[in-house]
């Protein structure tokens, strides 16, 4: 029997995982040639270290170009952030024209607007001490110069989390304006963030405008398309988790194609030390725990204690997450 997937808008995974959710208020926002306007941007995420603030411009965030990048410098454990310890650069032809006056609040500020700014904006937000999928999103804003002949730009909005006990049916949606006759891929991973790619970004399934369908070798034959673009897995795997996105392309142009994602939780059975020799343990539902079996004792459930780091599982501690395979890290095999 097929379980629809339980969609919640307060994100949170167990025991304090991190997970990094960017929000926007607007899909587009329309201003006169040599104005000004603000594309509207928020971010939530658990954890004591500041973000990196990217804006860019372009169909999707890894075929873009940087419009603007900002974060605070890191002044210690305990210490408050201040805009003025922060870094802030705008680029190219937004040179001195792109600004984030408050970085705790990514709206970005665009000045003296030319007709060649119209197209979609993307707000991307990343932890600062990890690059896994669970540590960076990003939403789009269409920003539309008057004057210009109208278009019906794409806008795709999945929910933020959805969860589904193990060995159970999900189906991830992918509600979508303005997407008929479209080509539709599910894709896995984080999205690109400069030269902190973990190699877990990639094609999961794709249905094209003909209805034509294909799906990675992991999931193949458990999964299937339900209607035009909602994707279901059956007997939804740990290895099933992570941060999934739904890209919809009806043409070439950056007003034709969008994307959002949804943060798959896969529900286990409780951790048990049963048969199991003395040891640590990954926690397969939080990254930045494990579990300790000692002889004649309940498992011991530990925190690794410092923002930033994981359970390394092959060496038996907490490590930083490029020394860690996905999907809690970015090591390659």
């Not at 873009?64 to 201040?82: C, D, M, P, R």
């Amino acid at each position: 029997m097929q379980t629809l997937l339980v969609v919640s808008l307060c994100l949170g995974i167990a025991h304090g995982q991190s997970i990094m959710t960017v929000r926007t208020t607007h899909t587009e926002v329309e201003v006169h040639a040599g104005g000004s306007v603000d594309l509207p941007c928020s971010f939530h995420i658990n954890d004591t270290q500041p973000p990196v603030i990217s804006w860019l411009k372009g169909p999707s965030p890894d075929s873009s170009v940087k419009v603007f990048k900002g974060n605070y410098n890191w002044l210690g454990e305990g210490i408050a952030f201040q805009e003025s310890n922060s870094y802030k650069e705008s680029f190219g032809d937004f040179n001195g024209r792109a600004n984030v006056p408050n970085l705790a609040v990514p709206t970005l500020r665009l000045t003296h607007i030319h007709p060649q700014d119209e197209g979609r904006y993307w707000c991307q937000v990343a932890q600062w001490s990890i690059r896994t999928e669970f540590g960076l999103d990003a939403k789009s804003v269409v920003l539309r110069v008057t004057g210009h002949a109208p278009s019906n730009n794409v806008h795709v909005s999945t929910p933020e989390l959805a969860e589904v006990d193990e060995g159970n049916d999900v189906t991830m949606t992918c509600p979508c304006n303005n997407c008929a006759n479209a080509n539709v891929t599910w894709y896995t991973g984080p999205t690109f963030f400069e030269n902190y790619e973990t190699g877990t970004y990639k094609p999961l399934a794709n249905r094209n405008q003909f209805g034509h369908t294909w799906f990675d070798p992991e999931i193949a034959g458990r999964a299937s398309f339900s209607g035009a673009r909602n994707l279901v897995i059956r007997a939804a795997k740990i290895t099933d988790a992570g941060r999934v996105w739904c890209e919809v392309a009806t043409g070439q142009t950056e007003m034709d194609s969008d994307r959002s994602s949804t943060i798959l939780r896969v529900k286990l059975e409780p951790f048990t030390c049963d048969d199991k020799p003395t040891g640590l343990y990954a926690d397969p539902t939080a990254c930045d725990y494990y579990y300790q079996c000692i002889p004649g004792y309940p498992p011991l459930h530990r925190p690794c204690g410092y923002p930033g780091m994981v359970f390394n599982e092959a060496m038996q501690y907490c490590d930083w997450d490029i020394n860690v395979p996905p999907p809690c890290g970015s090591a390659q095999a």
